[in-house]
């Protein structure tokens, strides 16, 4: 892994964008090991091929640097315990505190028992007192990390901090293998029944709707809620959405909320492909993600916690999000209500016409029944 086969095109225009910045930032510190470099984003995104880049480079040029997983490092110290090892803990953690260059990958994929949150702080705090070099990645926001650390990772005199937004590098395909919407490309503005036979009010929200849809379209900033009955026609605005994007070259991914779960619940099988962190870490970050039917789901402790994950990560990272429910939003989970309810990161839309397939009823008729 170096600069030279690091990737740079063959991305949409955004995504190249963000890599070359990260690439640019990258070089430089390697050119010059001064205070600290925090690489940012999900998995695949080349976080960790720049970071070993930049240990590469500079141990062509002579400069000692020590590349390590933050889990790796983990067992590394717990083994030193065992009556086997020819190293003491004291002479493995005092190498680790005072490397010259030192290169954590995946800070937060560790198991965060109390013992693993005390060898990291000492070792973030030794090395933020002595002002060592140190590039540090992980796929975790800032504000998901022990505060602790993140005091020491978000001193501006400091650290340079830097979030890639691309999507995975290997082209592992689960979140796009996640998504449904191949089951909706009818779905699109053209197609969408305005419904001129409804009452005014009905139909002018509508109108408000699909108006709203397309501004969403065409630049895919902050969240967007359609509420109304089933068959009101949200869900083919949000497809609509999803299909618009997809055609403009954006990654979507489009799930009904009971079947996210079910697909996220799968992971835990043997036979299952994909991992539950690919999986999970697919959905979160996911560039636009659309929730068809929140609040259909089955209310157990786990699902609330998971959609909580997801829709707080992406309420966080202010990432473009659509969510379509039948449900008043007072009426489910406050911690998603209180996000969807910040007015400055959410438009809520209210369709008021009634299922499209009841008013159908009477033009067909039906049969009535015979009296005995």
């Not at 030193?80 to 505190?97: C, G, H, K, M, N």
């Not at 079910?262 to 636009?288: C, I, N």
Request: glycine residues 4%.
């Amino acid at each position: 892994m170096t600069f030279e086969s690091f990737r740079l095109s063959g991305f949409l225009p955004h995504e190249e964008q963000t890599l070359k910045e990260a690439y640019r930032r990258s070089r430089e510190f390697a050119e010059n090991p001064q205070g600290w470099l925090i690489l940012l984003g999900g998995y695949g995104c080349g976080k960790t091929h720049l970071a070993a880049a930049i240990a590469n480079y500079c141990l062509q040029r002579g400069q000692p640097s020590l590349f390590i997983v933050v889990p790796d490092l983990l067992d590394h110290l717990r083994a030193t315990y065992s009556p086997q090892s020819t190293v003491s803990y004291d002479q493995r953690f005092e190498a680790i505190l005072t490397a010259p260059l030192l290169i954590l990958d995946d800070l937060g994929t560790q198991q965060t028992t109390p013992w693993a949150r005390e060898k990291l702080y000492q070792l973030f705090n030794y090395r933020y007192n002595a002002r060592l070099p140190t590039v540090i990645t992980s796929n975790r926001l800032l504000e998901e990390i022990d505060p602790r650390l993140r005091s020491r990772m978000t001193d501006p005199e400091l650290c340079q901090i830097y979030r890639i937004t691309t999507r995975d590098f290997r082209g592992s395909g689960h979140s796009d293998q996640l998504s449904s919407l191949h089951l909706y490309a009818d779905k699109t503005f053209e197609s969408f029944n305005r419904r001129p036979e409804l009452p005014k009010a009905e139909q002018q929200s509508l109108e408000n709707a699909l108006r709203d849809a397309q501004e969403f379209a065409r630049n895919p900033e902050y969240w967007l809620v359609f509420l109304g009955e089933h068959g009101c026609g949200k869900t083919h605005l949000a497809a609509a959405i999803a299909n618009n994007c997809m055609n403009n070259g954006q990654p979507v991914v489009f799930k009904e909320v009971p079947e996210l779960l079910d697909r996220l619940r799968a992971t835990y099988r043997p036979e299952s492909t994909a991992t539950y962190d690919q999986l999970f870490q697919g959905v979160k970050s996911s560039p636009l993600l659309i929730l068809d039917d929140l609040g259909t789901e089955s209310a157990t402790d786990w699902a609330r916690e998971k959609l909580y994950q997801i829709l707080n990560h992406r309420y966080a990272a202010k990432l473009p999000t659509v969510i379509t429910m039948r449900k008043a939003i007072e009426e489910t989970d406050p911690r998603l209500a209180s996000r969807m309810l910040d007015v400055s990161v959410c438009t809520i839309c209210a369709i008021l016409a009634p299922g499209y397939h009841s008013d159908q009823l009477p033009k067909r008729g039906r049969k009535k029944r015979k009296r005995k």
